[in-house]
Every structure is written in C-alpha cells, then in structure tokens.
C-alpha cells in the first residue's frame, strides 16, 4: 500500500472511533438534576431597628444523601455587622428523596445613636458546601429603617440628612454656606416636660465660606444663620405629640444641641451632634 493509502485508512479509522463502532451518533449521558433546590421565601424584607424579622428559605430534595448546612453569607449594601445581628448563619436542610419544607433563621435590626441614617441594606446570599449540586434562589434584601434615637425617657429624634445649601449671602463675591436639617421629636403622652439648649455654633466674627476654613472678614449684610429655627410645628397624636423642627447653623459646624428634662427623665443631658456626616446621639 503507498503512503496515500495508509493516510486513507488512518483517517477512516478516526471517522468510525467517533461515530461509535457501529456508526451511531455519540451518546450523551442526561443532565444530573441537583441534589436540592432552596430559595428564599420572599426577595425583600423589611425591618426596624429594635425588631426582628424572620428570614425563611423553602427547599425540596430530589437525592439528598446526607443532611445539608447550607451557608447564609451576609453582603452589606450600607449596612455594617453592628447595624444587626443573625440568629444564626446556615438554613439546616434533611436528607432524603423528593423533600420539601422551610428552615428559618432571624435577624435582629440594632438601636444605634444615628438619628439620620436612612435606610440601611444588607443582601443575604445563600452558599453551598463544596461537593454538593444545589439551584439557589437570588439574594434576599433586607430594608432596615432608622428610628432614630432616645435622648430622654418618653422622647424618639429622628432627623433628616444634614443638607448643605449655598446661600445668597456673599462677601466680595464669594458666596456663603450653611446646612440644613430637620429634627422630628416624638413625645409619648406623659412624656416630662423637655428643654432644648442650643450649644453652637454662635455668630462668628468672621464670614463662613464654603470652604473648610472661614473666611476673616465681616459680614454688613445678611448674616449666615446662628441660630435659626427655620421652621417649627406642633401635631397631636394619638399616642403624643410630634415637633418637628427644621434648623439652620454656619458651615462647617457642628451643631450640638443638649437635652434637659425633670426628674431625670433626660440622664446625663445627652447632646445631639450634626455634622456633614448626619446627626448623632452623644450620652
């Protein structure tokens, strides 16, 4: 045989090993169905702070040989570890064949002394063990709102976020700033009478810039806010009254406000700081 014959032959030989030595198409062994499927039961949670809130996760097995810890991995999305705690942090699945149930753990949204936070998120993944076929379902969030803080017995202070405004007032040009923000107090009925002392920042001599560093020269006319109670109302409800107040003060700040009470319904004279970050409850 020439050389051309023996190419000839190798290559039918190559033809048949990978149509199979009868000629037939290849076979394809079937797709393995996963071991258990686990989703969670709702793609968004809500929560305050003080509460918790239940996290659940459905499952049904198809061949699960042996029980199953399946991992819940907190992703932080403004929320930090301090803002809520997990009872725990894997969903406990049993083994078997064609199972199906829910496993739930909680998650406990924590009081902090930010007043002015908004809304904090903190996505839940669910992670398999190595080895193991599962089909997960998406992230959960959850939604943990700000309530804000207590400086005195019967009292909740929320505020908005410190806004920062450029305002008409100028000098030479140079335009001035000040921040903004609402403080809304809620009093429960029979709350003690309250006092609020207002501790800077007072006048300055000189004109505040909206810059890091004022500015040293005065001000002839229009002078930026010191202490501007911008806006100030009274609504009754049910459970008490809510003021809401809407403050004004120079930039940078900060302004510090002091809490006093009777009967030492506000221990310690707790302050309430706002700065560029938010407001803050200091004991």
């Not at 002394?113 to 089909?135: I, S, T």
């Not at 009292?155 to 700033?177: D, Y």
């Amino acid at each position: 045989m020439n050389q051309t014959g023996r190419l000839l032959t190798a290559f039918g030989t190559m033809a048949v090993a990978a149509c199979g030595g009868d000629g037939s198409a290849p076979t394809v062994a079937a797709p393995q169905p996963p071991a258990v499927v686990v989703t969670f039961v709702s793609e968004t949670v809500r929560v305050e702070e003080g509460e918790t809130a239940e996290i659940m996760a459905q499952y049904r097995t198809n061949t699960l040989s042996t029980p199953l810890s399946l991992a819940v991995s907190p992703l932080n999305q403004g929320a930090i570890p301090e803002d809520y705690e997990l009872s725990g942090n894997t969903f406990d699945i049993p083994a078997g064949q064609n199972v199906t149930g829910t496993a739930a753990i909680s998650l406990t949204a924590l009081v902090d002394n930010q007043v002015a936070e908004g809304e904090e998120v903190v996505a839940l993944r669910l992670e398999p063990p190595e080895g193991v076929r599962a089909e997960l379902g998406p992230n959960l969030e959850v939604r943990i709102a700000d309530v804000g803080a207590s400086p005195c017995r019967g009292v909740q202070v929320v505020a908005t976020p410190t806004e920062l405004i450029e305002s008409p007032r100028s000098w030479n040009g140079v335009p001035g700033c000040y921040r903004s923000a609402t403080l809304e107090l809620a009093l429960e009925r029979g709350a003690q009478a309250l006092w609020i002392d207002w501790e800077g920042p007072f006048l300055p001599d000189g004109f505040w810039g909206c810059g890091e560093e004022p500015l040293p020269a005065p001000i002839i006319n229009d002078k930026p806010p010191a202490f501007n109670l911008a806006e100030w109302t009274h609504a009754s409800l049910p459970e008490g009254i809510l003021q809401t107040l809407r403050v004004e003060w120079p930039e940078p700040g900060p302004l510090t406000l002091r809490f006093r009470g009777v009967g030492g319904a506000c221990e310690g004279s707790p302050t309430l700081t706002c700065a560029g970050a938010g407001c803050e409850l200091n004991r």
